[in-house]
């Protein structure tokens, strides 16, 4: 979906590194979430934030933390990376007072390698 | 259909042919049910979503069926493209204004023509 942009998309990094992936979009939802993507498992819940101030843990948020700093902005940060980080990262936005308050679009992702 | 396997389900249908594409959830109390197609190397992409209080619903070219009795969830999709072969795998919003979706494996949809 064009209206959610992801950077970089591709990167490939080694052990140890600290690495930033960035998702913006236009949606003006206000609801964004970060989800990694494991080949032959679903999508997993990193992080989620219901606005700008707001913060919440995923069911894998260990090893990654987030910044939200604007309502069209939301970043996720892997201090420092390790090999079974590398997947892919996907971004996610959601409209709780649009017509479909529950669908969640998503952007076009961004694969990672971890050396 | 969807499996908790490292392997995902595979599909494979003639062009021109119907495909059924299955889902089994786990939540009881979920509410709202949704389908996405994943092209290779794309985001998943919203294809129909469905409610907890309708049994079908329609769009072009598919269709989604709920039986809840045994927590089930399909997608049928007409006269199958090329351009429909891809990853496809349902969601689950447990109820209310529950943020989280849980995401099924996906089933992966080929379309020979």
């Known amino acids: 979906d064009a209206d959610v942009t992801q950077t970089p998309r591709n990167r490939i990094t080694k052990t140890g590194k600290r690495i930033m992936l960035e998702c913006s979009q236009t949606k003006g939802h206000d609801r964004m979430y970060w989800y990694r993507q494991d080949p032959g498992l679903g999508l997993r819940l990193i992080y989620y934030s219901f606005d700008v101030k707001d913060i919440n843990k995923g069911e894998i948020s260990d090893g990654y933390s987030v910044s939200r700093q604007a309502q069209a902005k939301f970043s996720l940060s892997l201090e420092s990376a390790i090999p079974n980080q590398t997947a892919l990262y996907f971004c996610a936005t959601s409209d709780p007072g649009g017509a479909q308050p529950d669908t969640q679009y998503f952007g076009p992702g961004t694969r990672l390698t971890v050396l | 259909g969807e499996s908790v396997g490292l392997h995902l389900p595979t599909l494979s249908v003639q062009e021109g042919d119907n495909s059924i594409i299955n889902c089994a959830y786990s939540n009881s109390a979920s509410d709202y049910f949704i389908w996405y197609k994943q092209e290779s190397g794309k985001g998943p992409q919203f294809i129909i979503d469905?409610?907890?209080?309708?049994d079908k619903r329609q769009g072009q070219r598919v269709t989604v069926l709920l039986n809840k009795t045994v927590k089930h969830l399909s997608l049928q999709i007409a006269a199958t493209q090329p351009g429909d072969s891809a990853v496809y795998f349902c969601a689950e919003n447990s109820g209310g204004s529950n943020y989280k979706l849980t995401f099924g494996k996906g089933t992966l949809l080929t379309v020979n023509p």
């Open positions: 469905i409610r907890s209080n309708m």
